[in-house]
């Protein structure tokens, strides 16, 4: 087993993540039990699923970014009140996480007491209304 391997395998990854539009926030902890099988975002994304409204996983974006929740409240509390719609990359610096990416390469950082992802759910499917 190489090195760098053994090294990310005891590496202890906590992870703060804010889901757009509901002002809640969680924390993922890597390390644990249940967690043992995640290594992508992808598996991020179904681990995370029960905390979303509706579970829709299709066209759901991970935003890794680093917002501070204690000195420097401005950001956290414009997070906290943005929409689904919000642009991450320009209002937050957001870099969109791709499901085939690993948590422990893409977070070889992890500043405490930040959000270090923003969940983004899809937008809501047009509908169409019929017009007599």
């Not at 043992?36 to 029960?50: G, L, N, P, R, W």
């Not at 905390?51 to 501070?68: R, T, Y």
């Not at 950001?75 to 990359?89: H, N, P, Q, V």
Request: aromatic share 10%; glycine share 4%; proline share 4%.
């Amino acid at each position: 087993m190489s090195q760098k391997l053994i090294l990310d395998i005891y590496r202890y990854i906590m992870l703060n993540y804010f889901i757009l539009g509901t002002g809640a926030s969680y924390t993922f902890d890597i390390n644990d039990k249940k967690n043992k099988d995640v290594v992508t975002f992808s598996h991020f994304k179904d681990a995370i699923k029960e905390k979303i409204e509706n579970a829709k996983l299709d066209g759901l974006k991970l935003w890794k970014v680093c917002i501070d929740t204690r000195n420097n409240r401005d950001k956290y509390l414009e997070l906290k009140k943005s929409f689904a719609d919000t642009d991450i990359e320009t209002n937050f610096k957001g870099e969109e996480l791709e499901p085939s990416w690993e948590i422990a390469e893409s977070f070889r950082t992890i500043p405490k007491e930040h959000i270090h992802i923003i969940v983004q759910s899809p937008p809501p499917s047009a509908t169409t209304g019929h017009t007599d």
